[in-house]
């Protein structure tokens, strides 16, 4: 039996990576030091992971921004735009330009596209393709790297994404091609990698196939076996770990398990029903291995070690223990480092804490299940399965976990609790006549610039160098302001601007009970962004209202109506780390039972208009499309028990950016807001296509200025998109409003966008 790692963060414990990489963007350390910090993270981690026993530790796991970028640079295939760059350019400055654009020394390249790696927070740069692309080894980073590791003297499992997947990562640049076709030219690349990594010692090669866990094409998979059975035939001697993770592999299984490889990768926290199949399916070829992915790569709970236990000795009777390797579900990157250097027990109690593990945590773990399962360690002998075990039965039953009066709530939800009253149609005629709101409608999505000022304020706030009073006083004048600027300015429906709030997600994380927080749990985001998501631990329930002071305070500032501001349960669990001893559904009814009562206080509170955000809402979608309708069931019935619990007249708004919709359309119809707004700009309101056809009811405000753009649009360029939406959506179904919160802007930008913004909306009414 084999312990098998995937791949481990490389922020590295104290986010060296990050501090290092800004500096050398800012100019303020040279290149070499950049490299030297490279150098010591992947180090310390090959260290950490040889000292705790793993025996195929990864190597090329480590990249400076996005181990898909590594990879388009290994291959050749930079974009055209970036040669005359690339000519006056050291290597990491042309790779670095790819990843975030560059302007210097008049030349000006902007970045490669980036997006979501499968269903996590991770942004990978997508690579492009032409037509007759042309790929030639062009760094050796998976050389080099597996080499340093050798001088450590530590052998390492060099880790690749496979040939087919980086393909599908891709985007093809221009018409008449389908970029899986390009797999005879970019074969040959991987074949000069594998026989260098051969000459150099290597026995075994990761490579992670996350697309045989998708719907792919009988194409593809055809593909699949040819290339597999390609590189076997060429390489003989190398033993290829074939990964799949974060799904099962579907109707892919008797494809991937036909492929000659040495060992499959399974991800037994997503799919736990796998190894049954494949155990039952006698079609594991004789001699193959599975690595069994036991320990959840994509989330900070300690392993419960009798489960696991179970799942692999089940595996073990019928393969036996040599064909067994011991695995992380996928790569550690998604997870934070290092639990030991939580030590602030007001963040994180000790109670809390002895229920999770992050990377270094999961390491550990994957060793002792190995010692465990091959009876190196006695188990009843064990002090670390004795910890284990309490930590796993308190957890069961802790009572900062579970809490009676909630459970029962959500038991005693009826049909109709995710109603509202009446009929959009009805309720829209009650809306008309109490909120008299003029045609085009105009309104913000609920953040104001978050200055260095405001956000000083609550630095200093939470070191306690200004009291509540005194930092009460300071958001209080902050927020009169900005009332004042959007009734000066014309503006309908206004908002108090969320000066208070640090993040949409974390400002009611912090208020809700069943939520804690990391101090230094950071994962990766993109290049040298990291995350640190709230932690759901328990039972969701809010001991007081959280919004309604703020909301009141700004209604009483103005006649005009001002928009109280959620963020809504399916972008709240989708943006934390979510409890594993409960099916996500339920945690996320828990938190709609939680923002319905602060919707309700709302309302009563005298706030007509209620927004619950659901940016994530799309995100949340599974891989699988089989999988697609029970999500968007349960999600959208999350939101609606959160909407449904205020009068006809009082006006539900929900926002989403970074969505397509022509897929889910009807599932946001079925969300019956009574407004939804959406980010639409940068695509000329080709987004609001999906809502044309399907002639979507209620009513919607498409936006008209990119927020992401200190960009300053003028009235005329917001007129030309309020036609184009016009010309599809009944005038008097439509509102007037940017594509998102604009918390990142400057003041100055943001108060001339919107003046230009109501003029357009001025002319806009006067043309009908
Ligand atoms: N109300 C939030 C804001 O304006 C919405 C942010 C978002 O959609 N990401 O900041
Ligand atoms: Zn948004």
Redesign the pocket.
Known sequence: MKTNNLGYPRIGSNRELKKASELYWAGKISVDELIEAGKDIRRTNWELQHQAGIDLIPSNDFSFYDQVLDLTLTLGAIPERYTDFAKSNSSIDLYFAMARGAQKNGQDVVAMEMTKWFDTNYHYIVPEFTKNQKFALLSEKIITEFKEANDLGIATKPVLIGPISYLLLGKEKEEGFNRIDLIENLLPVYFEILEKLEVLGAKYIQFDEPFLALNLTDKERHIFTKVYNEINKRFPNIKVILANYFDCFGENLATALALPVDTFHLDLVRCPAQLDDILESGQLAANVNLSLGVVDGRNIWKNDFKKSLTIIEKAVAVLGADRIFIAPSCSLVHSPCDLSLETNDNTLTPEIKQWLAFAKQKIEEIRLLKQFASNEVDRNNSADFAENTFANENRKTSKLIHNEVVKNRVVGIKNGDDQRQNTFATRRQKQIEALKLPLFPTT????FPQTAEVRSWRAKFKKGELTQVEYDALLEKETEETIRFQEQSGIDVLVHG?FERND?VEYFGEQLDGFTFTKNGWVQSYGSRCVKPPVIYGDVSRPKPMTVRWAKFAQSLSSKWVKG?L?GPVTILQWSFVRNDQPRSETCTQIALAIRDEVVDLEKAGIKII?I?E?AIREGLPLRKEEWAAYLDWAVKAFRISASGVQDDTQIHT???YSEFNDIIQNIADMDADVITIECSRSQMELLDAFADFKYPNEIGPGVYDIHSPRVPSNKEMVHLLEKAAAVIPANQLWVNPD????TRHWDETKKALIEMVAAAQEMRAAV
């Open positions: 913000t999505i609920g953040s969320e949409m501001m963020t927004q955000d940016p926002h989403m950016c998102c919160g604009l918390k």
